[in-house]
């Protein structure tokens, strides 16, 4: 059952990035909050975003040098009319990386990958938040056990991300079981000051 809902999740996350790059519903910037698998829900989303906008890029890239170099032989025609095709495909499509404002991440079972991270962070215009609890056994030990594949890659839920840009809470002292999530929702968005105003570091001089 843990594999299936690992495997399910995956699939959700493909099916909201489509939703959040094809939808009419609007284009104001999206929030996306999520603990356990729908954490990992969120993270598909993420990587299945990335995907698109290499995409999105190169179909940009594509259509300037189509403005700026004559076809001259039935290659470049060729070349031309499959990135039009691809431009069909995508003509519809929000650009990936103007979609979403903040995501938040709850004690999330995924093996650490810094590359998903990187591109994640690219994505995300505003905070990127990982939060984790060195308590979960639910993540430190029975994830590992079913997903041996993954070797003795840290788990997400349980660690830090050392990517810049990224924010890491330990709420090790709120989460001492992965059930505990559920319950704790609104004590952590608190802590992390989710919707407020964030406080700046940055020394102000006032010049009289």
Request: proline letters at 3%.
């Amino acid at each position: 059952s843990w594999t299936l809902a690992i495997e399910r999740s995956d699939e959700a996350g493909i099916e909201l990035a489509k939703s959040l790059l094809f939808s009419q519903a609007g284009r104001r910037p999206v929030t996306l909050i999520g603990y356990s698998m729908a954490a990992r829900t969120i993270y598909s989303c993420l990587k299945e975003l990335a995907r698109y906008q290499e995409k999105w890029e190169e179909m940009r890239e594509t259509k300037t040098n189509s403005t700026t170099i004559p076809n001259k032989d039935n290659n470049n025609k060729r070349r031309t009319q499959n990135n039009n095709n691809k431009k069909n495909e995508l003509e519809n499509m929000r650009e990936p990386a103007s979609i979403l404002e903040d995501v938040i991440l709850m004690g999330m079972p995924n093996h650490l990958s810094l590359r998903s991270w990187y591109l994640a962070r690219q994505l995300v215009a505003g905070r990127l938040i990982n939060c984790y609890s060195k308590k979960d056994l639910i993540l430190t030990l029975m994830f590992r056990f079913k997903r041996l594949a993954g070797g003795l890659r840290p788990v997400v839920g349980t660690c830090a991300i050392d990517v810049p840009g990224v924010e890491n809470y330990d709420i090790s002292d709120l989460i001492s079981g992965h059930a505990q999530y559920c319950t704790e929702v609104g004590t952590i968005l608190q802590r992390i000051r989710h919707g407020q105003p964030i406080r700046t570091t940055t020394e102000v001089v006032v010049v009289s």
